[in-house]
């Protein structure tokens, strides 16, 4: 009844005209391969039946026939063998894979290149596809019909998060028209909030001769390259730099 091919969810009317009248003409004088038909209707020299493609099928093509010697006319003359009616289709839903260029978690300043890869070409894939949380992604670059690919900017001053990266369902289509299903979330990891330092000292006020002073440098955040090479002193000397945890560290101003 139509033309073109079908996807996913779509049928076929397909018709078989007798150049006689038939009474023994059933649907298992048709012969079937890339789907199935339904209950054949009909009489005399007008029958119909409903082709269902394979499903999950990207690139398939049906064909129907009926054979010679299936049915009869009413003297019982066989029929001549018909040609084959060929349909083609996809059944196929699109899937989406996401992936990263790097690996482990970014920090202040850095981005990261995310691509996304479709199992069939699509035309109508854009950024306004993409769901994302935890940062932004720049302009969607096509690399070809089936890899496209962003750059995802982490959320600033933030001291532990997580982007997440998805596409939902039924988003964007093949050539054929069939919707794509959910991808699989991607996570990246980061932290991009610069850490901070609290000096602080043991005793308030002046020191006089032959005293000193317990200085204490308490991190917002762990570190395990704070030095002591690190801390800028005037008018004194530090001695050796004490670690308390990997957020507190101490020494003795003198």
Same mark, same amino acid.
């Given at each position: ?28 004088? %048709? ?39 299936? @049915? ?18 996809? /059944? ?44 932004? %992604?720049? /302009?969607? /670059? ?22 997440? %990266? ?47 002073? /317990? ?37 003795? @101003?003198?």
């Amino acid at each position: 009844a139509g033309s073109g091919s079908l996807k996913s969810g779509q049928t076929e009317t397909i018709t078989f005209t007798l150049s006689e009248t038939s009474t023994n003409f059933v649907a298992t004088d %048709i012969t079937t391969t890339g789907g199935s038909i339904g209950s054949l209707s009909g009489s005399g020299t007008s029958y119909m039946a409903t082709f269902t493609p394979t499903t999950n099928t990207q690139t398939g093509t049906g064909s129907i026939s009926v054979a010679g010697a299936t @049915f009869t006319d009413a003297l019982g003359n066989d029929n001549a063998a018909s040609t084959a009616l060929s349909i083609s289709y996809d /059944t196929a839903a699109p899937t989406v894979t996401i992936t990263r260029a790097g690996s482990g978690s970014l920090k202040s300043g850095q981005t990261e290149t995310v691509t996304f890869t479709l199992s069939e070409a699509s035309s109508d894939f854009v950024s306004g596809d993409i769901t994302i949380s935890g940062g932004s %992604i720049g /302009t969607l /670059t096509t690399t070809s019909s089936t890899v496209y690919s962003v750059v995802f900017t982490p959320t600033t001053n933030t001291q532990s998060g997580t982007g997440s %990266i998805s596409v939902a369902g039924a988003t964007f289509a093949d050539a054929t028209g069939n919707d794509n299903t959910a991808s699989s979330t991607l996570s990246i990891n980061y932290d991009t909030l610069a850490p901070t330092v609290t000096v602080s000292r043991s005793v308030p006020g002046s020191i006089g001769v032959r005293q000193n002073n /317990t200085i204490t440098f308490t991190l917002s955040e762990a570190s395990s390259t704070f030095t002591a090479a690190d801390i800028t002193v005037t008018d004194g000397s530090i001695g050796t730099l004490t670690t308390v945890s990997s957020t507190v560290y101490r020494v003795l @101003f003198t």
